[in-house]
């Protein structure tokens, strides 16, 4: 997870949205090579209605041998072309599978991180990971098994007509039956896998949701409540799961249905003209055992692609609603700014905001209106308001985390982008600790940061104890058991190891610590910010005091501003 996190934030996951994936070229070839495979019993039925008519006429073993060994032969060929067409559709259904989850993943991560309206985690992860397999089974048997059933019956119709017009025909009646039926079916089948997926990625988001939370849930004596819905909820999940089977039952049913008629009225027909009881439909002098056989061994082989469609119907349904959910992943939100193409110059870290006004929706109020402020490089600045009144979000579009509705935000005049994350450290209000070891957490993975840094970076945020302590056992998920204290020293050591950092941003990083430790923190942070530009939001006087200067901001001066 972590990890996962860090390539998905990673540099290369930002910039341009990608184009639509194309379909691949390997599916179309893997779907000729298994439709060539089925086409080969056409001659091994051939080879065996005459070694069979041969045998009836008197013939001995010796007439018969050589046609055994082709019949052989060909069954060889068939099952290498169909082994090689199943890889060929695996491997290209996997490589379309990679492509998709990397899209998605880059679109989920150039979400802006204050974005509400972002897929929850649970449900995200959900998608990408476990729903997205659905569609390497929907695109390496469904796909060919389409292609399969539209090529095949046709080609074996065009064998049996000049033989037999009448066998053609029944055999042209039952199938257009099957397809409608289908359709019918599939049209249903969708809506149902749809809503199962729905009520999969939902459950998964509530279950992670609320694992999360269980220390809260516990203690407020929510235990019964929680576990109310989560049987719903599941239950839900298995009404929804019947109903999809239930389709998938009755596809097959209705197929199979067809499918014996179909082969009963041919297997009659042949049987009435070779007792000679009827010399109708047949071109010329009825049928005799070689075609007769031949008409009825190709019978059954027209109906088996359809079969094999239906066998694999649900994997379109299922598969297409995965295509569907992963793609939905892909819909624009709040977007973090695109890297402009300007190359990074040395950065000094002035910041200036020039009549910025920022809402997190259409019809939400705004957060930020005609907001001015110019710091200078190097200049330490507290951000003082009541809760509510912007201060987050200010930092944020300093970040570059989202792009503000009017206005411009630069730094030494260069718009932010994503080109500037490496020169701003950013010290968050819940810094989220991954599962794992302290200096992973302090590095994150970072290309520019070294051991040494890190082990620096501990030292100077006071680290080194705690680090002793927790050397054999690696921090828990989501921080269990870092006091908030030790979580805002880590946030500082992340920062510090970052030497190209010229800008730091702090939300409340005294907030919710006790004096001793709140005036600790303050004394890291301005070491950590000497010589670069500070921008704190804090509620805390005696951490203002410390700045060089602070800009009280309300919503009154706000829409004062405003005016
Ligand atoms: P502060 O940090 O000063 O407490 P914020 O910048 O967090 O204030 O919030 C400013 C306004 O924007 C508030 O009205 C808040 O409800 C709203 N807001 C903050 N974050 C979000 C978000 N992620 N989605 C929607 N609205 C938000
Ligand atoms: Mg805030």
């Given at each position: 997870m972590g990890s996962a996190y860090l390539d998905a934030s990673g540099k290369q996951a930002f910039g341009k949205p990608e184009k639509p994936v194309p379909r691949h070229r390997g599916l179309r070839k893997a779907a000729a090579v298994q439709t060539l495979a089925s086409l080969i019993w056409i001659p091994q039925a051939a080879i065996l209605?005459?070694?069979?008519?041969?045998?009836?006429?008197?013939?001995?073993?010796?007439?018969?041998?050589?046609?055994?060994?082709?019949?052989?032969?060909?069954?060889?060929?068939?099952?290498?072309?169909?082994?090689?067409?199943?890889?060929?559709?695996?491997?290209a259904a996997r490589t379309e599978?990679?492509?998709?989850?990397?899209?998605?993943?880059?679109?989920?991560?150039?979400?802006?991180?204050?974005d509400s309206t972002r897929p929850s985690s649970g449900e995200a992860a959900s998608v990408i990971g476990e729903q997205a397999e659905m569609i390497v089974p929907y695109l390496s048997?469904?796909?060919?098994?389409?292609?399969?059933?539209?090529?095949?019956?046709?080609?074996?119709?065009?064998?049996?007509?000049?033989?037999?017009?009448?066998?053609?025909?029944?055999?042209?009646?039952?199938?257009p039956l099957i397809p409608v039926f289908m359709a019918l079916i599939g049209w249903r089948a969708q809506a149902a896998s749809e809503k199962q997926l729905a009520a999969t990625g939902g459950l998964n988001g509530f279950l992670l949701d609320r694992l999360r939370g269980m220390a809260t849930i516990r203690s407020l004596g929510a235990v019964d409540a929680t576990a109310t819905r989560l049987r719903a909820d599941a239950e839900s999940l298995k009404t929804r799961t019947m109903a999809v089977l239930k389709i998938a039952f009755l596809s097959s049913a209705v197929l199979e249905l067809f499918a014996a008629l179909g082969v009963?009225?041919?297997?009659?027909?042949?049987?009435?003209?070779?007792?000679?009881?009827?010399?109708?439909?047949?071109?010329?002098?009825?049928?005799?055992?070689?075609?007769?056989?031949?008409?009825?061994?190709?019978?059954?082989?027209?109906?088996?692609?359809?079969?094999?469609?239906?066998?694999v119907?649900?994997?379109?349904?299922?598969?297409?609603?995965?295509?569907?959910?992963?793609?939905?992943?892909?819909?624009?939100?709040?977007?973090?700014?695109?890297?402009?193409?300007?190359?990074?110059?040395?950065?000094?870290?002035?910041?200036?905001?020039?009549?910025?006004?920022?809402?997190?929706?259409?019809?939400?109020?705004?957060?930020?209106?005609?907001?001015?402020?110019?710091?200078?490089?190097?200049?330490?600045?507290?951000?003082?308001?009541?809760?509510?009144?912007?201060?987050?979000?200010?930092?944020?579009?300093?970040?570059?985390?989202?792009?503000?509705?009017?206005?411009?935000?630069t730094i030494d005049g260069q718009p932010v982008s994503s080109a500037l994350h490496d020169k701003i450290a950013w010290v968050g209000q819940k810094p989220h600790?991954?599962?794992?070891?302290?200096?992973?957490?302090?590095?994150?993975?970072r290309p520019n940061v070294s051991m040494e840094s890190v082990a620096e970076s501990l030292n100077f945020a006071k680290l080194n104890r705690f680090a002793r302590s927790h050397a054999r056992r690696p921090l828990g998920d989501g921080g269990l058991g870092v006091s908030g204290?030790?979580?805002?020293?880590?946030?500082?050591?992340?920062?510090?190891?970052?030497?190209?950092?010229?800008?730091?941003?702090?939300?409340?990083?005294?907030?919710?610590?006790?004096?001793?430790?709140?005036?600790?923190?303050?004394?890291?942070?301005?070491?950590?910010?000497?010589?670069?530009?500070l921008v704190v939001a804090t509620h805390d006087p005696r951490l203002a005091a410390r700045m060089d200067r602070t800009i009280v901001l309300n919503p009154e001066t706000l829409r004062e501003a405003a005016e």
């Open positions: 209605a005459t070694a069979v008519g041969r045998i009836a006429d008197g013939g001995g073993f010796n007439d018969v041998f050589g046609l055994a060994v082709y019949i052989a032969l060909f069954g060889i060929a068939k099952s290498c072309l169909e082994a090689a067409g199943g890889r060929m559709a695996f491997r599978l990679t492509a998709r989850r990397e899209l998605a993943t880059a679109a989920v991560a150039r979400r802006s991180p204050i048997r469904f796909q060919p098994a389409r292609f399969k059933a539209s090529a095949v019956p046709s080609i074996i119709l065009a064998c049996i007509f000049p033989i037999s017009w009448i066998a053609a025909l029944i055999l042209l009646f039952a199938m009963a009225l041919v297997a009659v027909y042949v049987g009435f003209s070779l007792l000679g009881e009827t010399r109708f439909g047949a071109w010329a002098g009825g049928l005799d055992l070689t075609s007769g056989l031949f008409v009825l061994l190709l019978a059954p082989a027209f109906f088996e692609p359809l079969r094999e469609l239906s066998a119907w649900h994997d379109r349904a299922a598969g297409e609603a995965a295509m569907k959910a992963i793609n939905a992943l892909n819909v624009e939100g709040l977007q973090l700014p695109a890297a402009s193409d300007a190359p990074a110059v040395a950065t000094a870290g002035a910041i200036r905001l020039a009549n910025v006004g920022f809402r997190y929706g259409k019809d939400s109020n705004a957060a930020i209106d005609g907001f001015d402020l110019s710091v200078r490089a190097g200049e330490h600045v507290a951000l003082l308001g009541p809760s509510g009144s912007g201060k987050s979000t200010l930092l944020a579009l300093i970040a570059g985390h989202a792009t503000g509705d009017t206005g411009s935000v600790i991954f599962a794992g070891t302290i200096a992973g957490n302090i590095s994150l993975g204290g030790e979580a805002l020293r880590l946030a500082i050591a992340r920062a510090a190891c970052n030497p190209n950092a010229r800008i730091v941003l702090a939300d409340e990083p005294t907030a919710h610590l006790d004096a001793e430790t709140a005036s600790d923190i303050t004394e890291s942070l301005i070491a950590l910010a000497k010589g670069r530009t």
